[in-house]
Structures are given as structure tokens and as C-alpha cells.
């Protein structure tokens, strides 16, 4: 019963700072400011990849729900990704996404919850670093004339982060470990975590393949909208453009809500370097900001309002 009262009051709480946000912190005037000067089908065609990157979103949490929490009901996997995207928008870092996912999830502990989440963003992050690094040492190379062995050191360094999370799989049971099993606390958090140990290379390898969809969808995205605002677009910079400032983004802390003036000063700060406007770099940042977080964290609204079943 009081676990009942806690998460109705969660939605509550959740819902009344997402009508803050959009009202009092929301720079609206970007937005509105960023569609007037849009090109109308590239806009569309930008916006019509939300659905495909949602659903691959949708397919990976449900892939991760099903094989690690045993957990199958496809609305509520549905109702938690669009949820966890209403949390992290109103909090710095989207850290409120941890605790959104789970508020469907009844069946299944926050802790659960949480660190699957976390799972679930570390592979969104360390596909921007290989594949979005591989780029950024591209651009480094280009702008100031790396020699090749730096480039190779660079992309050689960058593609090991993908055995990190098969590192961590056989690290699992490593002496390290049980020793932090004999502590207290940490020994509760291990328990509480104990799904995860569920988690295999295969698990590892599907939900990278997914990360690395979901991740070509949005530099997509981000392409055609810097075209948009493009008199002669050039869709290779923009490319280049838009996986430079991906990976910056990533490795730069995110202090804002719902990133935002991360992206957008970052893209500036490389658009001259690719012949881009800075209005053309600004302005898409601001509309990707608009479709894949403020669209869907809309949507996620009406699950935090509406019971689940």
C-alpha cells in the first residue's frame, strides 16, 4: 500500500515538473524561431525518423527487460521507455530517467530497474565514442594534420571500448569482486543487482547492434536538419558535422535539462570548420532537441497522467 502512495505521488510529482519545464524553462522562442526558417520536407523527413528510432529504443529496453528481468508485457515496456524520457528531460544528466523507467515495472525493484537503465546507456554511450570517435579523429587528422601513427593510436584506443562491456562480464567473478561481496553494503547492492548476472555476450552483442542502429538513425537526423537550414547543403560535412559533435557531446558533461545548450554550443563551435552557419548548426540542434526528447517526453506525459493496467 504505501508503495502504491509513493509511486502515484512520483507520477504526480513528475507530471506537475514536466508542465514547469515546458512553460518556464523551455526556450520556446528558438523552437518557434528554428521552424520558421526550416526546410518544410527535410523537416519532415527528419521527423518521420522518430519512428523508427523509437521503435528500435522500444525494441532494445524490451530485449534487455526480456532476457534480464524476465519481463514481457510490450505496453508497459512502452509506457516505461516513453516515461523514462518525460523523468530525464525536467533533471540534469536525464538522471530522473533511472527512476522513470521503473514506475511501470511494479513487479520489478527500482534498483533492477535502475541498473538495467544503466546498462542500457552505457551502450548509447560507448557507441558514440567508437563509432562517433572514429569521425572525431578523422576531423583531427584533417583540420590539424595528425601523422598516422597518432591516427591509428587514436582508433586503435578508441575500439577498445568495446570489449569493456565484455570485460565486465568475466570481471563479474573475479576476486575483486567477492572480496566487495563481504562488505555490508556492498554486498546488498549486489543482491539487489543479481539479474544482471543474467548477462551474457550474447546480451552484450544484440544490444550493441541495436545502440549502433539507433545512433546511425539520429546523425540522420541530425544531417538532415543542419541541410535543412542549408542553401546548398552538403550532406558528407554535414555527415562529418553531426558525428564530431556527437562524440563531444558525449564526452563533456551534461549538466543541463534535457542537454540542452551542450549540443547547440558544441555544433557552433564546429560548423565553421565544416562550412557549416552557425544558425544552420544552432537551429538543427535546438529541432533534434525538439523531436527525439521534447516529442516523445509529450507522449511519456499522458502514460505519468493515465493508470496502468
Do not use: C
Request: hydrophobic share 55%.
Amino acid at each position: 500500500m504505501k508503495k502504491e502512495i509513493f509511486l502515484k505521488i512520483s507520477r504526480i510529482i513528475i507530471a506537475i515538473a514536466l508542465i514547469v519545464y515546458l512553460f518556464f524553462f523551455l526556450e520556446l522562442e528558438n523552437i518557434i524561431s528554428s521552424l520558421k526558417n526550416v526546410d518544410l520536407f527535410l523537416f519532415s523527413f527528419a521527423l518521420f525518423l522518430l519512428l523508427p528510432n523509437l521503435f528500435f529504443q522500444f525494441l532494445k529496453w524490451k530485449y534487455l527487460l526480456n532476457s534480464v528481468l524476465d519481463f514481457k508485457d510490450n505496453n508497459k515496456i512502452l509506457r516505461s521507455l516513453l516515461v523514462g524520457l518525460s523523468s530525464g528531460i525536467i533533471t540534469p544528466m536525464r538522471v530522473g530517467e533511472y527512476y522513470g523507467r521503473s514506475l511501470d515495472l511494479k513487479n520489478k525493484t527500482i534498483t533492477e530497474v535502475a541498473a538495467l537503465t544503466f546498462i542500457d546507456k552505457l551502450f548509447v554511450l560507448l557507441t558514440v565514442i567508437v563509432v562517433g570517435g572514429q569521425f572525431f579523429v578523422f576531423f583531427l587528422s584533417k583540420y590539424f594534420q595528425l601523422n598516422i601513427y597518432i591516427q591509428f593510436i587514436g582508433n586503435a584506443t578508441l575500439l577498445l571500448f568495446l570489449f569493456v562491456p565484455f570485460g565486465i562480464i568475466h570481471f563479474k567473478n573475479s576476486n575483486i569482486i567477492n572480496r566487495l561481496k563481504k562488505i555490508n553494503l556492498a554486498n546488498k547492492l549486489f543482491l539487489k543487482t543479481a539479474s544482471l548476472n543474467k548477462i551474457n555476450n550474447k546480451i552484450v552483442l544484440v544490444t550493441f547492434v541495436y545502440s549502433v542502429i539507433i545512433y546511425s538513425i539520429y546523425t540522420m537526423q541530425y544531417t538532415i536538419l543542419i541541410s535543412a537550414f542549408s542553401i546548398n547543403p552538403d550532406f558528407y560535412n554535414n555527415y562529418l558535422l553531426s558525428n564530431v559533435t556527437m562524440f563531444s557531446k558525449a564526452i563533456i558533461p551534461q549538466i543541463s535539462f534535457g542537454e540542452l545548450g551542450v549540443r547547440e554550443s558544441t555544433s557552433v563551435f564546429y560548423s565553421s570548420y565544416f562550412n557549416v552557419l552557425g544558425a544552420a548548426a544552432f537551429n538543427a540542434s535546438v529541432l533534434i532537441f525538439v523531436i527525439n526528447l521534447l516529442i516523445p517526453s509529450i507522449a511519456g506525459f499522458f502514460f505519468i497522467t493515465k493508470k496502468s493496467k
